[in-house]
């Protein structure tokens, strides 16, 4: 602490700054650095949890230190969204089960047993209309984040390839991307190919850095 102050104050440079530089340091002792990239992109990779990866798609993509740090940010985001996505897939789960149970007790027991069948079937009925209505919104959920994690996680860019990676029908897909679209959480983007041709319409999540030859 007060060693660092002083060497700071003698080098005109920040605490913090050193400590970064110190951090650097330690990492890369252990872990095989880039002579192709900056010090500053070895600072940057040290926020993510591999920094040899890091690093690789900083070198792979051209990125500039400011591109990696987007990139590294982008990725925390990421993380952070799969942890809520598992969250909820649970907790809906969880319900599912709960919904599954109530409308099998309905069924064999508040309906079956009545001694008043027509009552039982009239009033217990649409308690069962509700519960299956249930069902259908959470199963329209489960393909929802199903979709948003072919984008996100697996990298499927247009209807067809999120269709081959959830085995979700065409329609279903279209549907749902149409949904998230009004939303303003994905928009469709143009990817240019790298010889002649057209560019290529693709999915991308809005507020995500854009890297490559792309444009909105």
């Given at each position: 602490?007060?060693?660092?102050?002083k060497?700071?104050?003698?080098v005109?440079?920040?605490?913090?700054?050193?400590?970064?530089?110190?951090r650097?340091?330690r990492?890369?002792?252990?872990?095989?650095?880039?002579?192709?990239?900056?010090?500053?992109h070895?600072k940057?990779?040290?926020?993510?949890?591999?920094p040899?990866?890091?690093?690789?798609?900083?070198?792979?993509?051209?990125?500039s230190?400011?591109q990696?740090?987007?990139?590294?940010?982008?990725?925390?985001?990421r993380?952070?969204?799969?942890?809520?996505?598992?969250?909820r897939t649970?907790a809906?789960?969880?319900?599912?089960?709960h919904?599954?149970?109530?409308?099998?007790?309905?069924?064999?027991?508040?309906?079956k047993?009545?001694?008043n069948?027509e009552?039982?079937?009239r009033?217990c009925?649409e308690w069962?209309?509700?519960?299956q209505?249930?069902?259908?919104?959470?199963?329209?959920?489960d393909?929802?984040?199903?979709v948003?994690?072919?984008?996100?996680?697996?990298?499927?860019?247009?209807?067809?390839?999120i269709?081959?990676?959830?085995?979700?029908?065409t329609?279903?897909?279209?549907?749902i991307?149409?949904q998230?679209?009004?939303?303003?959480?994905?928009?469709?983007?143009r990817?240019?190919?790298?010889?002649?041709?057209?560019?290529?319409?693709?999915?991308?999540?809005?507020?995500?850095?854009?890297?490559?030859?792309?444009?909105?």
């Amino acid at each position: 602490g007060e060693e660092i102050d002083k060497m700071a104050a003698a080098v005109d440079r920040s605490a913090g700054y050193l400590r970064q530089i110190s951090r650097t340091y330690r990492t890369f002792q252990f872990v095989s650095r880039d002579t192709s990239l900056s010090f500053s992109h070895h600072k940057a990779a040290c926020r993510h949890p591999n920094p040899g990866e890091a690093l690789a798609v900083a070198r792979e993509n051209g990125f500039s230190k400011e591109q990696l740090n987007s990139w590294i940010t982008e990725q925390a985001l990421r993380r952070a969204d799969r942890a809520t996505r598992k969250a909820r897939t649970a907790a809906r789960t969880a319900w599912r089960d709960h919904l599954i149970h109530m409308d099998d007790v309905i069924a064999n027991d508040f309906i079956k047993s009545s001694p008043n069948q027509e009552f039982a079937r009239r009033v217990c009925g649409e308690w069962r209309v509700d519960i299956q209505d249930e069902l259908k919104d959470l199963e329209l959920a489960d393909l929802r984040e199903k979709v948003m994690a072919a984008i996100d996680d697996r990298g499927a860019e247009n209807v067809r390839a999120i269709k081959k990676v959830t085995g979700i029908d065409t329609g279903k897909v279209e549907a749902i991307v149409s949904q998230l679209e009004s939303e303003n959480l994905y928009e469709w983007i143009r990817k240019h190919p790298l010889g002649r041709g057209q560019p290529e319409m693709i999915l991308h999540k809005v507020g995500s850095p854009i890297g490559g030859r792309y444009n909105t």
